[in-house]
């Protein structure tokens, strides 16, 4: 994933031009060429590259004398840029993991405040430390992923160079990242707290080719006071990775992971979990249609069991050049369960780091033992607001394994019993960017049960979330 900065040039084309540039102090240019563009605020906020600041008529919003702090003047790019997000978000679900376990109706608060400062040195080398507090309130139970106040999310240094052939970027530290659409390896950025990861990452990028390789350990994360968030060798998560351009700017990539955890506990194995996992995905757009393919095999070892279990992954969408640029989409996933018990083979898929919204918000179900079939339209009634309306139908891939709720949690009563239908839901989700700091979002879904949850104590669920969130 590539975050750059575009630059526009504008020859000055006659001496009336440069006249009217002279009369308009806050459109003027330069000699030979126009100012660049501010960033957009982006949910990591380590990609976003405020040094266009240096030139001052970009200087246009309040505060901008802390979004870049000089520190040599004769060094435009050695600045510090401090920013800040705050995320507010109201949730009402009747049924969590489908009123199974003892829950129970709940409407609650759940906040994030994120503040971080970025330190360039020069040109090669920064420093990003971000804090941040989560907070759930009136909710009737927290989870590690409710709430974590007053606790450091990041802290990297990070050295970039770039050569006659590519550009070579290395990270150590306290960091987070994602791949694609999040499917297996995210931020988390649905739930209130983020995962991040104590790693040490190195990337080349040359052309067309990219190459990323890192060993990480995910930070464990706890509220039992501030800056209690560790990182042991008891979870460890590695990787190598290759992405390629082709047929235009379309993306063909892949990679091989080793994940490594202790303690595993599944439905028919427990014990240290070892799992080499492949990865292949191809995505991009023709015309009107776009896509996003995604497969992915694991192998290894929980205990004395054998793993060995599958995923893959499909989104594809054709876009009207209509009024409201209708977009008509497809999705469909699916991910093994474990078929027979007491075999001695795990068939149960794990979806590693997935993130909470990529069904729908509510995270009813995980991706394990899962068959999903998802049509849906979206529409852009205006520049800045989205609607979607979807159907999910929701299948387990084999009636020997339960049904999973995020993130791959069984629903006790399921495994063994029942048939394959899970249910259905309905899903209608509004999103709207008040400006380039502040956008707003509003869902709603309301899952269908089938026979096999209500036979194990659960019922029906509805849904409601509306969030908002500023960036500075």
């Known amino acids: 994933m590539r975050h750059r900065i575009g630059v526009k040039a504008l020859k000055i084309a006659s001496p009336l031009l440069a006249a009217a540039a002279i009369a308009a102090p806050s459109l003027a240019v330069a000699d030979d060429a126009a100012p660049a563009q501010r960033p957009a605020i982006q949910s990591n906020r380590w990609a976003e590259d405020w040094s266009v600041l240096a030139d001052p008529r970009l200087r246009t919003e309040p505060f901008d004398s802390l979004k870049y702090i000089p520190l040599w003047a004769s060094d435009p790019k050695s600045y510090v840029s401090l ?7 109201y949730e009402s679900n009747d049924a969590a993991a489908f009123g199974t376990a003892g829950t129970r109706s709940d409407s609650y608060f759940i906040q994030r405040l994120q503040v971080h400062a970025d330190v360039h040195f020069d040109e090669n080398w920064r420093a990003f430390v971000q804090l941040e507090d989560d907070r759930a309130f009136d909710k009737n139970v927290i989870t590690p992923v409710d709430q974590d106040r007053a606790d450091l999310r990041l802290a990297f240094l990070e050295y970039t160079k770039t050569f006659a052939d590519g550009t070579l970027k290395a990270r150590v530290g306290r960091q987070d990242f994602l791949f694609d659409l999040q ?6 950025d649905g739930p209130n707290v983020r995962q991040s990861f104590d790693a040490i990452w190195g990337d080349w990028e040359s052309g067309a080719w990219r190459f990323i390789g890192f060993v990480s350990r995910p930070v464990q994360y706890f509220d039992n006071r501030p800056f209690d968030d560790i990182s042991n060798d008891n979870f460890r998560f590695s990787t190598l990775r290759i992405e390629r351009k082709v047929l235009g700017n379309n993306e063909l990539s892949g990679y091989y992971s080793l994940y490594e955890r202790r303690g595993a506990t599944y439905l ?10 492949l990865d292949i ?10 896509w996003d393919l995604e497969a992915m095999g694991q192998a290894g070892e929980v205990g004395a069991s054998t793993a060995r279990a599958w995923a893959v992954g499909a989104r594809a969408g054709y876009t009207l050049t209509t009024a409201w640029q209708p977009r008509l989409g497809l999705q469909f996933d699916a991910a093994s369960g474990d078929e027979h018990r007491g075999d001695g083979v795990l068939g149960t898929f794990n979806p590693l780091f997935p993130n909470g919204y990529y069904f729908t918000l509510a995270g009813y179900t995980g991706y394990a033992n899962l068959v999903h079939l998802k049509p849906s339209i979206t529409l852009s ?5 989205k609607l979607m309306a979807a159907v999910g139908l929701q299948w387990r891939a084999t009636t020997q394994d339960a049904i999973y709720v995020q993130p791959n949690v069984a629903v006790a009563g399921t495994a063994g019993v029942g048939s394959a239908w899970t249910g259905s839901y309905q899903q209608l989700r509004l999103d709207y960017a008040f400006d380039a700091h502040l956008s707003g979002a509003i869902e709603a879904v309301h899952f269908e049960v089938g026979d096999t949850i209500l036979r194990a104590g659960g019922r029906s669920s509805d849904y409601l979330g509306a969030q908002l969130q500023y960036g500075w």
Do not use: C
């Not at 499917?183 to 988390?188: A, D, E, L, Q």
């Not at 028919?268 to 996992?277: I, K």
């Not at 995905?281 to 776009?290: C, E, N, S, T, V």
């Open 281 to 290: 995905r191809f995505a991009g757009k023709a015309l009107q249609f776009d």
């Open 268 to 277: 028919d194995a427990r014990g240290n979990e070892q799992r080499h996992v």
């Open 83 to 89: 920013g800040a997000t705050f995320r507010q978000r």
């Open 183 to 188: 499917r297996f390896v995210s931020s988390r």
């Open 381 to 385: 009634p205006a520049a800045r607001l």
